[in-house]
């Protein structure tokens, strides 16, 4: 019945590219794909910010305080990359949670393929959020990427407090506003090893290190961050 239903949607409405809107089926296609700027062979060994040669620190981490282990990102926040989280978040294109994930494999393959994660996390919602979007994108991410990976999805952190936009706020602000948010609902037990942690985006780098202090704090050794896309502070 399900499958009858999606073969007549599929006909009056067939899936298209939400960039150019060329006819595909998993709603980006080839050609916009190949227009995401990938990051490189060059990374900041920490915050995976593309860089011209391999640093171990760069600009926009050396004086941070930030407690994941590594960050590392499918392409920079430009372009198509950025439009294409703008359709999966703001107009709730779900559809294309398998293409995206199929991203952050890509990466995980590239960056950590040495690291045997116990666990994947990802940044949650506040509830508020959460019932309001109808979905939290990254929760979808891990979900997918746990399946493909044969990895549990834990869902330990949650988000207690509504926060600013991180956008309207100054660099210092922007690091206060997620101090306290972030609290543990799981089991210590299974909280343990390296966990990867999935978000969208990687901008400052705050939030993910919030909820990597929290998880630290609960029994984890070591956080890996993995993101679709990576914004750039400092060009
Ligand atoms: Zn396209
Ligand atoms: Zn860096």
Known sequence: MIRILK???DIFFPPKCVICSKLNEN???DDCIRNISVTGNYVCQFCGKPTIRSVNKCLECKDEKLYFTKARSFGIYEGVLKDVIAEYKYKNVRALTKLLTQLLYI????YYRDIS???????????RSKSFRGFNQSEL???ELGKITELSVNGFLIKTKNTKKQMSLSLSERRKNLIGVFDFVGSKENCRGDILLIDDVYTTGYTVSECSKVLLNNGANDIYVLTLARSLLIQ
């Not at 990466?107 to 590239?110: F, N, V, Y």
């Open 7 to 9: 073969s007549l949607i």
């Open 141 to 143: 991410l891990a979900k």
């Open 117 to 127: 994660f116990d666990s994947i996390e990802y940044i949650p919602m506040t509830k």
């Open 107 to 110: 990466t995980l393959q590239k």
């Open 27 to 29: 709603f980006l296609c």
